[in-house]
């Protein structure tokens, strides 16, 4: 058990929806990343946030969005969702700007 | 396109052999790398990591050795395990940790 929680396990919608995935980071990490994972692209890094402040960003698309609140927990909001979306989402933290730790995913379906 | 890449994506060994998992990453920047393991249905798991200013780093059955030279990064386990089969990803940090990671190798060991 790395520490980071994400919630939920599975989701399964429609195309034209919109989600909202959730992560809580390990106790006192400041760091939060997100990450797509999907088979032709393998792990993609869309976005991270420091202490409630954008910090960096990767190959997130314009839909998607995020955020980290004051108690550190980030949302990852996609919207518009088409069925390329469907990918397995990885949130994870870091205490510095060393290694990150992975939570267990959220599996996005898009029917 | 990626900056890390890994050029085999599958190894099959027979338990109590040794396995070496290679990468090459074309960002001579690049200070610090991360090997990962992700088992079907799970994040990945940091394994072990080295910076730039080292050739090798050993854990425990783990050794990680970085050819600043010629940019090639390998994973070496010692007495490999069934338990050992997993995807396999080099990770380099592109900068306040954001990982580009190559593509996997699948290790398969067979009891």
């Known amino acids: 058990d790395s520490g980071v929680t994400q919630t939920p396990k599975h989701l399964i919608t429609a195309t034209g929806q919109r989600v909202t995935l959730r992560c809580s980071p390990r106790?006192?990490?400041?760091?939060v990343y997100w990450y797509q994972q999907s088979l032709d692209q393998g792990l993609q890094f869309l976005i991270q946030?420091?202490?409630?402040?954008?910090?960096a960003k990767g190959n997130i698309l314009e839909r998607f969005s995020a955020q980290q609140f004051p108690d550190l927990h980030s949302e990852l909001n996609l919207s518009s969702l088409e069925l390329g979306d469907s990918a397995l989402y990885f949130c994870?933290?870091?205490?510095?700007?060393?290694?990150?730790?992975f939570g267990q995913g959220t599996r996005l379906t898009v029917v | 396109g990626e900056s890390v890449g890994l050029h085999l994506p599958t190894l099959s060994v027979q338990e109590g052999d040794n396995s070496i998992i290679n990468c090459a990453y074309s960002?001579?920047?690049?200070?610090?790398f991360i090997w990962y393991k992700q088992e079907s249905g799970k994040g990945p798991q940091f394994i072990i990591d080295?910076?730039?200013?080292?050739d090798k780093r050993q854990g425990q059955r783990v050794t990680v050795l970085l050819n600043k030279t010629v940019k090639h990064l390998s994973l070496q386990i010692a007495a490999t395990q069934p338990g050992d089969s997993a995807v396999y990803f080099c990770a380099e940090n592109s900068g306040y940790s954001t990982l580009t990671f190559g593509k996997g190798t699948m290790l398969l060991v067979s009891p």
């Open positions: 106790s006192g990490d400041l760091s």
């Open positions: 960002n001579s920047a690049s200070d610090y």
């Open positions: 080295i910076r730039s200013n080292m």
């Open positions: 946030y420091y202490n409630g402040e954008e910090r």
């Open positions: 994870a933290s870091s205490p510095r700007d060393t290694e990150a730790f």
